[in-house]
């Protein structure tokens, strides 16, 4: 706790820990996630942030990720002062702690402002990670989707010939007028 004579500023680590699928759409999420906690965003697509579940994404959600992760680059948040790279502040055994940020005599919250992608967002909270953990959760995973992206789509199946399939007429029952004295006999 910081105390500077009126002013008593308390940083209080709030992380949690989490235990990360190892597939790099799951990092990404994750990596959303921690956006997440840390500024105010519309949070219309929570399945976007649901890690555990990452197999569940569709075509267009995995497109959305990619887009929101790529809009919320990590050097935005370095030089707003939102992700703090400084080891000492993380806990020993992990790469990343959230911290909330009050001021106990006035009631202050720390909530500042960042512009993101021509929009002005609110920052809740702040996190201090490490260089490792931006390589783990950000950026060697969208190295290994864009590299998978630009690599060229393998050529479609080979068009099978099936043979045409050969009809044969069915017989067909008809039964002949009352008056004759004649069972239904089979017509071709």
Known sequence: ???????????RPIGVTVTIPDDDVARLMYYLSCVGTVI?????????????????????QLTLLLTLVTLFEP???IKGG???LDP?????GSSNEFYQITDE?????????IMIGGKTRKILKVMACTISWLK????????NIMSLAEKPLPPPPPKLDYPKPTYYPMPT???????????????Y
């Open 1 to 11: 706790m910081y105390d500077a004579g009126l002013s008593r500023l308390q940083v």
């Open 40 to 60: 105010e965003h519309d949070n219309e697509n929570d399945i976007l942030t649901d890690y555990e579940n990452y197999d569940l994404l569709d075509v267009n």
């Open 75 to 77: 050097t935005i948040f």
């Open 82 to 84: 939102v992700f703090i």
């Open 88 to 92: 000492s502040l993380v806990p020993e």
């Open 105 to 113: 005599r006035i009631n202050f919250h720390f909530n500042d402002e």
């Open 136 to 143: 783990r959760f950000y950026y060697n995973p969208m190295k």
């Open 173 to 187: 029952y008809q039964k002949k007028p009352k008056n004759e004295d004649c069972c239904p006999c089979l017509i």
